[in-house]
T-cell receptor
Framework: AQSVTQPDIHITVSEGASLELRCNYS??????LFWYVQSPGQGLQLLLKYFSGDTLVQGIKGFEAEFKRSQSSFNLRKPSVHWSDAAEYFC?????????FGTGTSLTVIP | GAVVSQHPSRVICKSGTSVKIECRSLDFQATTMFWYRQFPKQSLMLMAT?????????EQGVEKDKFLINHASLTLSTLTVTSAHPEDSSFYIC????????????FGPGTRLTVL
């Protein structure tokens, strides 16, 4: 069965530090891959997506993600975190007619 | 561009009543709309997918008669929670896509439903 795993439920980083959020998926073929961010009580905003081509994808707000087929991973990175980045982050996978969200990673940013 | 609105943002109702939630694409025509449910501190669960002019496709385990979805036009989809009960309390989020499929989903801000 297809699945999306975000191993880290909660991450705390200092402002200005680098960030990496992990995402692994389980699917036979290469799916479509997405990262979304959700602020408390709000809907979701698309940060970036990967359909094909260059495996390093640039997104909004200074985020990037790298697709690694051999590891079935699509990790999200940011070189320098800002306090406003504190939110919930969801990895999502589109495969066939299905669309799955990971369980999310809550990011806390400390000054 | 690609703005999706939901109304209402919050609703409190008594058990046994029905509640309608609207999802509108404000500046584009949405071929496909999706409805999700999110429990506190949890991920989003896809409830159903609707294409304009077609019946909604519900995910396994979602009661069609309880969660009525109407995709009335290319800019409007409604979710009606019928005979709501406290266990239906949740955060409901819709999304809209320009194409048939999930590739370009734009999300609404969500509706917080509380059933007393």
């Amino acid at each position: 069965a297809q699945s999306v795993t975000q191993p880290d439920i909660h991450i705390t980083v200092s402002e200005g530090a680098s960030l990496e959020l992990r995402c692994n998926y389980s699917y036979g073929a290469t799916p479509y891959l997405f990262w979304y961010v959700q602020s408390p009580g709000q809907g979701l905003q698309l940060l970036l997506k990967y359909f094909s081509g260059d495996t390093l994808v640039q997104g909004i707000k200074g985020f990037e993600a790298e697709f690694k087929r051999s590891q079935s991973s699509f990790n999200l990175r940011k070189p320098s975190v800002h306090w406003s980045d504190a939110a919930e982050y969801f990895c999502a996978v589109g495969a066939g007619n299905q669309f799955y969200f990971g369980t999310g990673t809550s990011l806390t940013v400390i000054p | 561009g690609a703005v999706v609105s939901q109304h209402p943002s919050r609703v409190i109702c008594k058990s046994g009543t029905s509640v309608k939630i609207e999802c509108r694409s404000l500046d584009f025509q949405a071929t496909t709309m999706f409805w999700y449910r999110q429990f506190p501190k949890q991920s989003l669960m896809l409830m159903a997918t609707s294409n304009e002019g077609s019946k909604a496709t519900y995910e396994q385990g979602v009661e069609k008669d309880k969660f009525l979805i109407n995709h009335a036009s290319l800019t409007l989809s409604t979710l009606t929670v019928t005979s709501a009960h406290p266990e239906d309390s949740s955060f409901y989020i819709c999304s809209a896509s320009l194409t048939r499929g999930y590739n370009e989903q734009f999300f609404g801000p969500g509706t917080r439903l509380t059933v007393l």
